[in-house]
């Protein structure tokens, strides 16, 4: 069975690509969301086992919600993106319970399972 | 032995008529001359050019006798000490008699003397505590030997006369002094206010008057701290006084403080204030110094408010860029590189797939290098830097969004703050006739006039707008103010907003 995606971003076009990409590489992208709250419900719902998380979303910052969803029973593996380097936000990705980060421009399946133990 | 009691009362009487020194003793001469029964008397005076010697200051005659000659060969004359009846009494300082100076050897004015019938001669010193002022001569129309007693009382009337000129002498310096020193402090545009020990006021210049709104016949022998300074600080400034009398020691004086003042209406105000204590004998007085640092004050808040609001203008630029960059061109790129990689991984198995990713990722590029240009040219635009006002506001009026006429603009080039000064003005202006003014037409007229650029854009749009309403005409401003530069918005309620700027310039 194809490993479930959850995407939550606020940038709808980032989205778009973000599925093709995923879903070209077998996954399977079960929801999408563009906040922080219906990404919490989306995950709660779908239990997906990838949250990808853009840091920058309207409501909370991607880095709250990593701690939030990570703290969750069944927690899924929650990568988190950006269009901002990692080093732009410091020790606060490695503290955040996500288990890496990837940048936007060089997201792909493969840039996914790498850091997904 | 005759005494002289009408001649000593006569001059008593002419000292005690007048103030003027010069004045009195010419009355003095007279009194003494007309009470004797003299025919002619002289006042000598060391010269005030040359100290060493005598001239003759002052003379006066009896009706009857032409004295013309004798008079105007003493005026001419300087005598050194011990020359002739008045430098010999000089040197001396005691008075002298001559029975008759016609006959006598030092006397330099014999000639002149037979010729007026002038015979016996005395002279006697004008003494006072500074030592001799000048002397005092007179003259009959016989030879007759030396009355002592007559001289007697002309050197104890010489005394009587040297006192009163000198006590005339200070009191008139000191009184020429005092009006020259009203004059200079009725002139003042600080304040200066006397205040005696107790804390009363002494005196209070118009300058005052003007500034604390009390007149000075209000002010003066009321305690200074009830009248010009507020309640909650006058305990402060008693300690304070209480202190400096107890122990001298000064912990105020002579040093440039910055307080508050209080006017007559209760206003407070702030005031720079120097104290110094005046060196007199008897308890101690102080004069304040005190200016009305309203206007300073103001001043230096507004350059405070508008260096922090340039600061936080330049913060919020920059944040914007961010912001702009971040949303715009950089999310482009990140799709750009997503399109590409997916369509490399289709190229081989679905070509026609891969040919839409690539259609697409030149479409992010195209809008990507769109964007970097629009951000670019608001940061600062090329044209402008390279051509000058004209090209950059011709392409700043053909990208306006509400139709622009530019109506003269000047060729030249002018300093590169002053053209961008200029140029955002212009462009504030577009943006608020189209965003806020919803206006259909604007007109932009940028003329240097009289070494100033004067930038005006009108539109004819619903008008209400405010100089200091929006972020971006405040920023405008604080920018031509800090080129010595003006912004006014005149927009009436009735319509139409005219943006008017003047740049102090030289091209």
Known sequence: ?117 | MVSHPRTEQAVARSLAQTADPRYALRRALRAIGESLGWRLGAVWEPATDAPETLTCVETWHAADIDAHEFEAASRRMSLAAGEGLPGRVWQSEEPAWVSDVVADANFPRRAAARRAGLHAGFCFPIRSARGVLGVIEFFTGEPRELDAELLGTMAALGDQIGQAVERRGDAEVLRAGEARLRAMLDAALDCVVTMDSEGCVLAFIPAAERTFGYASGEAVGRDMAELIIPPELRERHRRGLARYLATESPVLLDRRLEITGMRADGKTFPVELTITRIDVPGPPTFTGYLRDITDRKAAEADLRASRARIVEAADEARRRLERDLHDGAQQRLVELALDLRMARTRLDEEPARARELLDAALGDLEEATRELRELARGIHPAALTDGGLRPALEALAARSSVPAQLVAVPDMRFAAQVEAAAYFSVAEGLTNAARHAAAANVEVEVVQVNGALHVEVRDDGRGGAEADAGSGLRGLADRVAALDGELVVVSPESGGTVVRVEIPCES
Do not use: Q, W
């Open chain 1, 1 to 117: 069975m194809a490993v479930a995606v959850v995407i939550v971003d606020d940038n709808a076009r980032f989205r778009v690509r973000a599925r093709m990409c995923l879903e070209a590489d077998g996954y399977a992208v079960v929801a999408e969301a563009a906040d922080a709250r219906s990404g919490l419900e989306a995950a709660r719902r779908h239990r997906p086992d990838i949250v990808l998380l853009d840091i920058e979303l309207p409501d909370m910052s991607g880095l709250e919600l990593a701690e939030l969803l990570t703290r969750e029973p069944g927690a899924p593996a929650v990568v988190l993106t950006s269009t901002h380097d990692a080093a732009d936000f410091g020790e606060r990705v490695s503290r955040s319970g996500a288990c890496g980060f990837v940048p936007k421009g060089a997201l792909s399946g493969d840039a996914i399972s790498a850091l997904v133990p």
